[in-house]
């Protein structure tokens, strides 16, 4: 049992903190949890280092945010009798395949409230994780520019993130027998705030994901892909982002409501497996 508060240290001024003096393998009082949680609203992204984890324990550490989330078209890439638990698993044989900014799973309805990755396997070099923190996102923006925002929505569309545009991703799925086509034919687009309000700090955050976003809606074709090229360039700002280096016995986990992230593929051919679980959220929304 965790008995003793976590030593908190920021990573960046922008995002991100180290927990130290944790070990996840074990309980964490009422009292540590709450040290975590709050440290998790605060910095949007922590890192556990050094943790020795068995799934149940990654689970278990993992639902005292939420509901664990179990996709069903994942379930041939996950932990055999662990649904929730995703394998990514990259090597010679397999390399790595999604690489651009995004937030989890955007075009559902309720996408998850957040993402624990916990690493098995690093690679010998590359294989970074960068994060970008929404909140600062959208607070850098210029007042007119934040005022137009606030009253905008986007389409998410599944269908565009497992698509043609993604092809290497497609192609691994179908590898283990997942037709993303055929699985997200029924599947309609939705449709979220661009600025999403966080049901638990109370701020906003700029919510784009550039692999399931199709349009903002109100504008035209060519309006709505000049506003959407301009937001994915600007959560590129250097100032709002931390890029993590993996060392293995990681778990961090992350607010996907008010971050976005990015997994650099630039370590093939070396070996990276990591587990991930999501955890439930709810459907975005936008209180002025």
């Not at 278990?60 to 379930?75: I, M, P, V």
């Amino acid at each position: 049992m965790n008995t003793s508060l976590p030593t908190i240290e920021p990573v960046s001024p922008a995002i991100g903190a180290r927990v130290l003096g944790l070990d996840l393998s074990q309980e964490l009082t009422d009292e540590v949890w709450e040290a975590v949680h709050d440290a998790f609203h605060q910095h949007s992204v922590l890192v556990f280092p050094g943790q020795d984890l068995s799934v149940e324990q990654q689970k278990r550490f993992t639902r005292r945010f939420g509901e664990l989330l179990a996709h069903s078209h994942l379930l041939p890439l996950t932990v055999e009798g662990h649904p929730e638990v995703m394998v990514l698993h990259n090597n010679e044989q397999k390399p790595p395949g999604l690489n651009s900014w995004h937030t989890d799973n955007s075009g559902w309805a309720e996408p998850p409230l957040g993402t624990a990755l916990y690493a098995k396997i690093t690679p010998k070099v590359g294989g970074d994780t960068l994060f970008g923190n929404m909140y600062l996102a959208f607070e850098t923006l210029s007042a007119p520019m934040r005022q137009m925002l606030l009253q905008l929505t986007a389409v998410h569309d599944v269908r565009k993130a497992f698509g043609a545009d993604y092809a290497t991703l497609q192609k691994s799925l179908k590898k283990k027998g997942i037709d993303a086509d055929e699985q997200f034919a029924d599947q309609d687009p939705v449709e979220h705030p661009l600025i999403r309000t966080h049901p638990e700090t109370g701020r906003q955050a700029l919510y784009v994901s550039a692999p399931y976003i199709t349009r903002i809606n109100g504008l035209t074709d060519a309006e709505s892909r000049a506003m959407l090229d301009f937001l994915y360039r600007h959560i590129e700002t250097n100032e709002i982002i931390y890029r993590h280096r993996w060392t293995t016995g990681d778990l961090v986990i992350w607010d996907n409501r008010c971050t976005q992230h990015f997994a650099a593929a630039d370590y093939f051919p070396h070996e990276r497996l990591m587990h991930r679980i999501n955890i439930a959220g709810e459907k975005p929304f936008l209180k002025l």
